[in-house]
């Protein structure tokens, strides 16, 4: 069915009389989007972000806690245990993602927040408590749980609040909040290391970001497109005007307007289907499955590429170079990751996504050889521990640099910038597809969080550096070849790139209509009445 015959099945032939006579056309009823934005979005975006310090400091925070837990769990733990506590919390994750994308429409998005809140509180209490291995790996699941269930809605609930012009420094917030609670936890660990079961402090630290949420979230509104969804359209109303306040109260209506055209073409292609149907049009629909290669991809490439490894073991991985200090050196590592999630923040709307990527990746591979290389000089033992007498030198200093220059290229590309695809996905698979870009997220972190240090005594460190930096390199031509921009798009019209027969012709839309906004852009100037932007 054609926007306009759905128009006109679901507004009236009178409405649809209207906006012919006005020389109207769909995109015409979202020109709120080009009015000033006040700092509402900007609170709700700050707010819900606070979800993404829960998977930072859980990733922050293990790498101090492998290294000061010593016998307190009743033993020593072996490499192989120490991979189990870490991968358990990335394998419940993904589960978690699927319990949040199962049920994000049916329920809405602040429901699942709440619910990995109050998981992250119920696992943070049950490691700190622990004594034996195994309630310290169910503590490790249930904050998986907690984890996966809000890293999946926290983007796609931000994606649906945020005006189109400031998307991606929106989403860029919850990856900001990811850094930053991975820099607040290398902090922790720092301060807790000589302290008798400090580890335990570092831990249940970790309920204080989510408690924090749960109070603040009541505060926050229910995405337009979910109350619209639910048939709350004065809500939704409410909502967008305080989204956008210099819109005139007809730019409000027109943009409830294009809002429920597009839901209810995506509940008209839903209706009466099984969530396992709405799960099988990602593979079905082509333009959903171009939209799906890029978004899942994207996130593995990132994954894979080894930065998770070195932000979970990285203290691990200091002390194994001769760092006596290793907690605080991986501080070093965790303040650059969040300078650059900045970095991101401030260019990824300005510059573009694709860019972006391009300047980024093939420097995160040339560095990561340059480590492997230095790796080969540092006399390391099949276990991993240092030869005897060996001392910080050179190579060490390398691996550190090597490692900085890594992580700032990675915080400023592809690992913010990957998170930004769940806007690729249509409204009525946008929670299944960005179910699925979470659990390709955790499913690549399982992956390497569970064999990293296997990987670094059987192929030893370079060999471990060497294969990551292929991954990054080879995901730079992925990127020139199949990933479209789609900067200062509205979600809804993300839709006509990815209907192009092929990857490489989305890329070739995107820049088209990139042209076309650019053009248009050049040509208008801003109404101080309406505070729009108007052609001229």
Same mark, same amino acid.
């Given at each position: 069915?054609?926007?306009?015959e ?8 009178n409405?649809?009389e209207?906006?012919a ?46 290294v000061y ?8 733990l ?29 329920f ?7 619910? !990995? $809140?109050?998981?992250?509180i ?9 004594? !034996?291995?195994?309630q ?11 984890v ?15 005006p189109?012009?400031?998307r ?11 850094t930053?609670?991975?820099l ?14 400090g580890?335990?402090?570092m ?8 408690i ?9 509104? +229910? ?28 730019q ?7 809002i429920t ?14 969530q =396992? ?18 978004? $899942? ?15 979970y ?6 002390a194994? %170079? ?5 907690v ?22 300005r ?14 591979g &040339?560095?990561?050889v340059?480590a492997? #290389? ?5 006399p ?23 490692? #900085? ?13 990957? =998170? ?8 009525? %698979? ?10 390709t997220?955790?499913g ?7 064999? &990293? ?9 370079? !060999? ?5 930096a ?9 990127? =020139?070849w ?15 790139v ?7 012709? $989305? ?5 088209e209509?990139?042209? +076309? ?5 050049m ?7 309406t ?6």
């Open positions: 069915m054609g926007h306009s759905f128009v006109d099945e679901k507004l009236g032939s409405h649809v209207h906006v006579s006005e020389g109207q056309t769909l995109d015409s009823l979202d020109t709120i989007e080009q009015t000033e934005t006040g700092r509402y979005s900007w609170l709700v975006s700050i707010t819900a972000a606070i979800g993404g310090m829960l998977f930072g400091y859980d990733t922050g925070i293990i790498s101090a806690v492998l837990i010593g016998r307190d769990l009743g033993h020593t072996s490499s192989n245990e120490k991979e189990l506590i870490t991968s358990v919390t990335s394998g419940a994750a993904f589960f978690g993602a699927i319990f949040a994308g199962a049920t994000a429409d049916r809405g998005r602040k429901p699942a927040i709440y619910v !990995g $809140c109050v998981l992250f119920l696992g943070a209490i049950l490691q700190a408590a622990s004594f !034996g291995l195994a310290m790996t169910v503590g490790r699941l249930v904050v998986g749980f907690g996966g269930s809000a890293a999946m809605i926290v983007p796609m609930y931000i994606a649906e609040v945020s189109a012009k400031y991606g420094r929106m989403i860029g917030l919850d990856n900001m909040s990811i930053g609670g991975q607040v936890s290398y902090g922790i660990g720092a301060g807790f290391a000589k302290v008798v079961g580890w335990r402090y831990v249940g630290g970790g309920a204080i970001p989510a924090i949420l749960c109070c603040l979230l009541p505060f926050c509104p +229910e995405s337009p497109r979910q109350l619209i969804y639910h048939g709350k359209a004065d809500q939704a109303r409410v909502v967008i005007r305080a989204i956008y306040p210099h819109a005139t109260d007809l409000v209506d027109q943009k409830v307007q294009h055209i597009h839901v209810q073409e995506s509940k008209d292609l839903t209706a009466g289907k099984s =396992w149907w709405v799960l099988k049009q990602l593979y079905v629909i082509p333009g959903n499955f171009r939209a799906l290669v890029c978004a $899942c991809g994207l996130m593995a490439i990132s994954q894979l590429g080894g930065f998770n490894s070195l932000m073991y990285s203290s691990t991985l200091f194994l %170079v001769g760092f006596s200090n290793p605080a050196v991986g501080t070093i590592i965790a303040g650059t990751n969040f300078f650059f999630t900045w970095v991101n923040l401030m260019l990824v709307d510059i573009g996504r694709r860019r972006i990527l391009l300047c980024t990746m093939q420097f995160m &040339f560095f990561l340059v492997a #290389v230095a790796f080969h000089w540092i390391v033992n099949h276990d991993l521990s240092l030869k005897a007498g060996t001392k910080v030198g050179a190579p060490a200093i390398i691996v550190l640099v090597s490692m #900085v220059c890594y992580v700032g290229f990675y915080s400023s590309g592809m690992g913010n910038t990957a =998170w930004l695809s769940s806007e690729f996905f249509p409204m009525e %698979v946008r929670a299944m597809g960005t179910m699925m870009l979470t659990m997220c955790w690549s972190n399982v992956i390497v969080a569970s064999t &990293f240090l296997s990987q670094m005594e059987n192929t030893t460190p370079s !060999g471990a550096f060497g294969f990551y292929a991954i990054c390199i080879l995901g730079w031509v992925a990127v =020139w199949c990933y479209p921009e789609v900067k200062g798009m509205t979600l809804e019209d993300i839709r006509e990815f209907a192009q027969p092929s990857l490489r012709a $989305c890329v070739r839309k995107a820049r209509i990139q042209k +076309e906004v650019k053009s248009q852009g040509h208008s100037h801003v109404d101080p009445d505070k729009m932007a108007v052609n001229v």
